[in-house]
Protein backbone atom coordinates (compact mmCIF):
# COMPACT_ATOMS: atom_id res chain seq x y z
CA UNK A 1 0.00 0.00 0.00
CA UNK A 2 2.84 2.25 1.30
CA UNK A 3 6.32 2.45 0.80
CA UNK A 4 9.08 5.26 1.18
CA UNK A 5 12.51 4.54 0.00
CA UNK A 6 15.14 6.40 1.65
CA UNK A 7 12.86 9.80 1.72
CA UNK A 8 14.05 12.92 2.91
CA UNK A 9 11.98 16.44 3.85
CA UNK A 10 12.77 19.41 5.63
CA UNK A 11 11.56 23.01 5.98
CA UNK A 12 15.16 23.65 5.74
CA UNK A 13 18.28 21.28 4.04
CA UNK A 14 20.16 21.94 7.10
CA UNK A 15 18.05 20.54 9.63
CA UNK A 16 15.93 17.59 7.77
CA UNK A 17 12.82 15.73 9.76
CA UNK A 18 13.06 12.62 7.60
CA UNK A 19 16.85 11.38 6.19
CA UNK A 20 16.93 7.72 4.46
CA UNK A 21 13.10 7.40 5.92
CA UNK A 22 12.10 4.06 4.64
CA UNK A 23 8.85 2.60 5.58
CA UNK A 24 6.65 0.06 4.72
CA UNK A 25 2.62 -0.13 4.99
CA UNK A 26 0.17 -2.74 4.18
CA UNK A 27 -3.40 -2.64 3.08
CA UNK A 28 -5.99 -2.65 5.50
CA UNK A 29 -3.21 -1.70 8.22
CA UNK A 30 -4.08 0.43 10.91
CA UNK A 31 -0.91 2.72 12.38
CA UNK A 32 -0.66 5.10 14.99
CA UNK A 33 2.07 7.80 14.81
CA UNK A 34 3.07 9.59 18.05
CA UNK A 35 5.53 12.08 19.04
CA UNK A 36 6.58 15.17 20.54
CA UNK A 37 4.88 18.67 18.91
CA UNK A 38 7.43 19.38 15.65
CA UNK A 39 8.75 16.27 15.11
CA UNK A 40 7.35 15.53 12.06
CA UNK A 41 4.01 14.02 12.34
CA UNK A 42 1.75 16.02 10.38
CA UNK A 43 4.37 16.62 7.50
CA UNK A 44 4.23 12.91 7.46
CA UNK A 45 0.66 13.14 6.76
CA UNK A 46 0.87 15.93 4.44
CA UNK A 47 3.46 13.99 2.36
CA UNK A 48 1.59 11.08 2.16
CA UNK A 49 -1.46 13.10 0.70
CA UNK A 50 0.50 15.57 -1.51
CA UNK A 51 -0.01 18.63 -0.39
CA UNK A 52 4.49 17.95 0.33
CA UNK A 53 6.99 16.79 -1.89
CA UNK A 54 10.31 15.01 -0.85
CA UNK A 55 13.68 16.53 -1.14
CA UNK A 56 14.70 13.30 -2.61
CA UNK A 57 13.89 9.15 -2.59
CA UNK A 58 10.26 8.09 -2.91
CA UNK A 59 6.90 7.83 -1.77
CA UNK A 60 4.87 5.03 -3.35
CA UNK A 61 1.12 3.93 -2.75
CA UNK A 62 -0.14 1.23 -4.34
CA UNK A 63 2.88 1.09 -6.40
CA UNK A 64 2.57 4.44 -7.70
CA UNK A 65 4.72 7.94 -6.91
CA UNK A 66 2.33 10.68 -4.86
CA UNK A 67 3.44 13.95 -6.66
CA UNK A 68 -0.38 15.22 -6.14
CA UNK A 69 -2.91 14.71 -4.17
CA UNK A 70 -4.39 11.44 -4.38
CA UNK A 71 -8.54 11.17 -5.22
CA UNK A 72 -8.32 7.91 -2.92
CA UNK A 73 -6.57 9.75 -0.04
CA UNK A 74 -9.15 11.02 2.49
CA UNK A 75 -7.62 13.83 5.00
CA UNK A 76 -9.30 14.45 7.99
CA UNK A 77 -8.19 17.66 10.25
CA UNK A 78 -8.78 18.51 14.03
CA UNK A 79 -10.30 21.84 12.71
CA UNK A 80 -12.83 20.10 10.27
CA UNK A 81 -12.13 22.38 7.67
CA UNK A 82 -16.00 23.36 6.71
CA UNK A 83 -17.15 26.37 4.81
CA UNK A 84 -19.07 28.35 7.42
CA UNK A 85 -21.66 29.47 5.17
CA UNK A 86 -22.73 25.98 3.67
CA UNK A 87 -24.65 23.51 5.32
CA UNK A 88 -23.68 20.42 6.80
CA UNK A 89 -25.06 18.57 4.08
CA UNK A 90 -23.60 20.89 1.34
CA UNK A 91 -19.97 20.51 3.13
CA UNK A 92 -20.54 16.58 3.37
CA UNK A 93 -20.69 16.92 -0.84
CA UNK A 94 -17.75 19.40 -1.13
CA UNK A 95 -15.63 16.40 -2.09
CA UNK A 96 -17.86 15.36 -5.01
CA UNK A 97 -18.30 18.73 -6.20
CA UNK A 98 -14.92 19.37 -6.34
CA UNK A 99 -13.81 16.09 -8.29
CA UNK A 100 -16.57 17.59 -11.06
CA UNK A 101 -13.94 19.78 -11.84
CA UNK A 102 -10.83 17.98 -11.43
CA UNK A 103 -11.53 14.27 -12.46
CA UNK A 104 -11.15 10.91 -10.84
CA UNK A 105 -6.67 11.37 -11.67
CA UNK A 106 -6.81 14.62 -9.53
CA UNK A 107 -5.88 16.78 -12.60
CA UNK A 108 -7.94 19.68 -14.42
CA UNK A 109 -11.11 18.27 -16.55
CA UNK A 110 -14.05 19.35 -18.04
CA UNK A 111 -17.33 18.82 -15.23
CA UNK A 112 -18.57 15.02 -15.39
CA UNK A 113 -21.24 15.39 -13.11
CA UNK A 114 -21.71 13.91 -9.92
CA UNK A 115 -21.47 10.47 -9.78
CA UNK A 116 -24.74 8.42 -10.46
CA UNK A 117 -25.15 7.60 -7.02
CA UNK A 118 -23.74 10.31 -5.15
CA UNK A 119 -27.27 11.73 -3.32
CA UNK A 120 -27.24 8.00 -2.25
CA UNK A 121 -23.91 8.12 -0.58
CA UNK A 122 -24.58 11.03 0.74
CA UNK A 123 -27.62 10.18 2.36
CA UNK A 124 -26.30 6.55 3.94
CA UNK A 125 -22.87 7.95 5.34
CA UNK A 126 -24.60 11.38 6.91
CA UNK A 127 -27.38 8.66 8.43
CA UNK A 128 -24.64 5.96 9.48
CA UNK A 129 -22.92 8.95 11.47
CA UNK A 130 -25.63 10.42 12.96
CA UNK A 131 -25.73 13.55 11.11
CA UNK A 132 -28.63 13.37 9.19
CA UNK A 133 -30.78 15.23 11.37
CA UNK A 134 -28.94 18.54 11.28
CA UNK A 135 -28.19 18.14 7.18
CA UNK A 136 -29.71 21.66 6.72
CA UNK A 137 -28.01 23.23 9.82
CA UNK A 138 -25.23 25.27 9.13
CA UNK A 139 -21.58 24.48 11.27
CA UNK A 140 -21.68 27.23 14.11
CA UNK A 141 -24.79 25.77 14.83
CA UNK A 142 -24.23 22.15 15.49
CA UNK A 143 -21.90 20.44 18.36
CA UNK A 144 -18.31 19.77 17.93
CA UNK A 145 -18.53 16.05 17.78
CA UNK A 146 -21.45 17.28 14.97
CA UNK A 147 -18.89 18.94 12.77
CA UNK A 148 -16.13 16.41 13.07
CA UNK A 149 -19.11 13.50 11.77
CA UNK A 150 -19.60 15.61 8.82
CA UNK A 151 -15.83 16.07 7.81
CA UNK A 152 -15.70 12.40 8.35
CA UNK A 153 -18.65 11.95 6.04
CA UNK A 154 -17.41 14.39 3.77
CA UNK A 155 -14.12 12.01 3.28
CA UNK A 156 -15.55 8.55 3.27
CA UNK A 157 -18.58 9.69 0.50
CA UNK A 158 -15.50 10.17 -1.83
CA UNK A 159 -14.98 6.16 -0.66
CA UNK A 160 -10.92 6.34 -0.16
CA UNK A 161 -9.21 2.99 0.41
CA UNK A 162 -6.48 5.46 3.17
CA UNK A 163 -7.53 7.16 5.74
CA UNK A 164 -5.44 10.34 6.90
CA UNK A 165 -6.19 11.11 10.29
CA UNK A 166 -4.52 14.51 12.09
CA UNK A 167 -5.21 14.66 15.99
CA UNK A 168 -9.44 14.41 14.55
CA UNK A 169 -11.03 13.79 18.19
CA UNK A 170 -8.66 15.90 20.10
CA UNK A 171 -11.08 18.60 20.84
CA UNK A 172 -14.11 16.83 21.56
CA UNK A 173 -15.28 15.33 25.06
CA UNK A 174 -14.20 12.20 26.02
CA UNK A 175 -17.95 10.21 25.43
CA UNK A 176 -18.07 11.76 21.73
CA UNK A 177 -14.18 11.05 21.10
CA UNK A 178 -14.79 7.54 22.36
CA UNK A 179 -18.01 6.90 19.97
CA UNK A 180 -16.15 8.59 17.13
CA UNK A 181 -13.06 6.55 17.56
CA UNK A 182 -15.31 3.24 17.82
CA UNK A 183 -17.15 4.17 14.56
CA UNK A 184 -14.20 4.71 12.44
CA UNK A 185 -12.77 1.72 13.54
CA UNK A 186 -15.72 -0.18 12.31
CA UNK A 187 -15.68 1.23 9.31
CA UNK A 188 -12.11 0.64 8.54
CA UNK A 189 -12.59 -3.38 9.09
CA UNK A 190 -16.06 -2.95 6.95
CA UNK A 191 -14.17 -1.20 4.02
CA UNK A 192 -10.36 -2.81 4.26
CA UNK A 193 -8.95 1.01 5.07
CA UNK A 194 -5.61 1.76 5.65
CA UNK A 195 -5.68 4.65 8.24
CA UNK A 196 -2.71 6.62 9.79
CA UNK A 197 -3.56 8.56 12.74
CA UNK A 198 -1.19 11.31 14.29
CA UNK A 199 -1.73 11.50 18.39
CA UNK A 200 -0.95 13.37 21.01
CA UNK A 201 -2.01 10.23 23.49
CA UNK A 202 -0.80 7.37 24.02
CA UNK A 203 -3.93 5.70 24.62
CA UNK A 204 -5.43 6.84 21.70
CA UNK A 205 -2.66 5.27 20.04
CA UNK A 206 -2.92 2.08 21.71
CA UNK A 207 -6.77 2.10 21.29
CA UNK A 208 -6.59 2.61 16.92
CA UNK A 209 -3.12 1.00 15.89
CA UNK A 210 -1.91 -1.65 15.13
CA UNK A 211 1.15 -0.33 14.46
CA UNK A 212 2.84 2.44 16.30
CA UNK A 213 5.64 4.42 15.33
CA UNK A 214 7.14 6.87 17.31
CA UNK A 215 8.61 10.12 15.73
CA UNK A 216 11.73 12.15 17.52
CA UNK A 217 12.50 15.91 17.74
CA UNK A 218 15.44 16.02 14.97
CA UNK A 219 16.11 13.74 12.04
CA UNK A 220 13.99 10.35 12.03
CA UNK A 221 15.61 7.93 9.94
CA UNK A 222 15.05 4.37 11.79
CA UNK A 223 12.23 5.77 14.60
CA UNK A 224 10.87 2.87 17.01
CA UNK A 225 7.94 1.12 15.23
CA UNK A 226 6.28 -1.46 17.97
CA UNK A 227 3.39 -3.99 17.32
CA UNK A 228 0.48 -3.14 19.72
CA UNK A 229 -1.72 -6.33 20.30
CA UNK A 230 -4.07 -4.09 22.11
CA UNK A 231 -5.49 -2.53 19.05
CA UNK A 232 -9.37 -2.01 18.78
CA UNK A 233 -10.54 -2.48 22.82
CA UNK A 234 -9.83 -0.66 26.05
CA UNK A 235 -7.99 -2.82 28.34
CA UNK A 236 -7.08 -2.67 31.94
CA UNK A 237 -4.31 -0.79 32.75
CA UNK A 238 -2.61 -3.64 34.33
CA UNK A 239 -3.21 -6.34 31.76
CA UNK A 240 -0.55 -8.44 30.99
CA UNK A 241 2.19 -6.48 28.46
CA UNK A 242 0.24 -3.06 29.01
CA UNK A 243 1.80 -1.32 31.27
CA UNK A 244 5.31 -2.39 29.82
CA UNK A 245 3.92 -0.90 25.93
CA UNK A 246 3.11 2.35 27.45
CA UNK A 247 6.35 3.12 29.07
CA UNK A 248 8.56 1.76 26.66
CA UNK A 249 6.35 4.53 24.68
CA UNK A 250 6.69 6.66 26.89
CA UNK A 251 10.33 6.17 27.78
CA UNK A 252 11.29 7.30 24.25
CA UNK A 253 9.10 10.30 23.91
CA UNK A 254 10.66 11.64 27.62
CA UNK A 255 13.89 11.28 25.82
CA UNK A 256 12.84 13.07 22.73
CA UNK A 257 11.46 16.09 24.72
CA UNK A 258 14.92 16.45 26.51
Not at 5 to 11: E, H, K, P
Not at 12 to 33: C, M, T
Not at 142 to 154: K, L
Not at 174 to 190: C, H, I, N, Y
Request: aromatic share 6%; with cysteine; charged share 20%.
Amino acid sequence: MIRTQSLTFGYSKLAPIFQDFNWEVERGQSWAVIGPSGCGKSTLLYLLAGLRQPISGQLLINGDPILRPRPQSGLILQDYGLLPWATIRQNVALGLDLRRFYGPDSRHAPAEGLPEDASQRIVHWMERLGIWGVANQFPGQVSGGQRQRAAIARTLVLEPDLLLMDEPFASLDAPTRESLQGQVMDLAKERSLTIILVTHTIEEALLIGEKIMVLENGTNTTPLVVDNPFAGYHPPVQAAGYPELTGRIRAVLKDSAA
